[in-house]
């Protein structure tokens, strides 16, 4: 999910695309829905304060303030408080144990355009001992298409098929926001072992 227009962040002018020479290839990867279940507990926050009770599975929208009829401003707000408790978000299941083996070989970045403060995702990295390399918050989304990358996770559909185009490999995390995406040339992984065969596959 994008972040307000009016955050702002250093560290976007550190990184932002400039190719990281660490190891020989890098892997770019989002946190909200493809990290961290915070939809889960953003759900739970819209039923106890909104009274909408919805399931996960409901979401076959990326842009769910479509499917529920709010501001997308009010969805930014849930996910500050989602984040502002982000010792009780989940880790995707394998998604430490797989990224700690991808380390051994790729450079690993942490991209995201979350609502969520730095100390917040980092917190939540350390917390469910994700490791990575470089660590990029930026104002939107869609700047995530200037970062130099070679391999980028994602649940994003509409990023995820403009890294497509523009020919560099991506892998979907299958959720339910993003399963009408499918047959557009992007390959999609039900969960972490999933993405690390499929690059294993492409890289061989």
């Not at 299941?93 to 797989?98: F, R």
């Not at 070989?105 to 939540?124: C, F, H, P, Q, R």
Request: proline fraction near 2%.
């Amino acid at each position: 999910m994008e972040r307000d227009k009016g955050q702002a962040h250093a560290e976007i002018n550190i990184y932002f695309g400039i190719v990281f020479p660490m190891k020989e290839k890098t892997i770019c990867i989002d946190i909200d829905g493809t990290l961290a279940h915070s939809i889960k507990n953003w759900l739970e926050i819209l039923r106890d304060e909104r009274g909408i009770s919805r399931d996960v599975e409901e979401l076959n929208n990326y842009k769910i303030e479509e499917i529920l009829g709010l501001q997308r401003e009010e969805v930014l707000e849930i996910f500050r408080k989602v984040w502002n408790k982000y010792d009780e978000i989940e880790v995707i299941s394998n998604a430490p144990e797989v990224i700690s083996r991808l380390r051994n070989k790729y450079t690993i970045n942490i991209m995201t355009g979350s609502v969520a403060k730095d100390n917040e995702l980092k917190a939540w990295l350390e917390i469910n001992r994700i490791p990575y390399d470089n660590f990029l918050h930026l104002q939107k989304e869609s700047e995530k298409l200037e970062i130099n990358g070679d391999i980028f996770v994602e649940d994003n559909p509409e990023i995820a098929l403009s890294f497509s185009k523009k020919g560099k490999k991506v892998i979907l995390i299958e959720r339910p926001w993003n399963k009408g995406y499918k047959n557009n040339g992007i390959e999609f992984a039900k969960d972490w072992s999933e993405v690390e065969k499929i690059i294993e596959k492409q890289e061989m």
